[in-house]
Nanobody, 129 residues
Framework: QAQVEESGGGLVQAGGSLRLSCTASGFTFDDYAVAWFRRTPGKERDWVACINWGGGSTAYADSVKGRFTLARDNAKSALFLHMNNLKPEDTANYYC??????????????????????WGQGTQVTVSL
């Protein structure tokens, strides 16, 4: 069964770091975009980071730029989100989505769930003071 799965979430103090992982099974990451989103209860889902897998170009939301960094293992169809200098406002459930539109599209406007072929179940990140 084709799916993506996230891992690496947890509880961390402000200023700390976490690394989230997104791994594909039943298919491989290819030329389509793979992106990270996050959502807090009662709020809309927000785009966090995106990579155009084929070209390797990346994009980051202003709120995380300079603190979060994407890395990948192409052979393993794995995408990592290195989160540094975490802040309480980073607290959210983080989702990985695969086979979506170009990152420029993701960054330009809110995307619908149907814009991505695969969504993970999410991994919780909680940042405390």
């Amino acid at each position: 069964q084709a799916q993506v799965e996230e891992s690496g979430g947890g509880l961390v103090q402000a200023g700390g770091s976490l690394r989230l992982s997104c791994t594909a099974s039943g298919f491989t990451f290819d030329d389509y975009a793979v992106a990270w989103f996050r959502r807090t209860p009662g709020k809309e889902r927000d785009w966090v980071a995106c990579i155009n897998w084929g070209g390797g170009s990346t994009a980051y939301a202003d709120s995380v730029k300079g603190r979060f960094t994407l890395a990948r293992d192409n052979a393993k169809s794995a995408l990592f989100l290195h989160m540094n200098n975490l802040k309480p406002e980073d607290t959210a459930n983080y989702y990985c989505a695969a086979e979506g539109p170009l990152c420029s599209v993701v960054a330009a406007r809110p995307v619908d769930s149907s814009d991505f072929a695969y969504w993970g179940q999410g991994t919780q990140v909680t940042v405390s003071l």
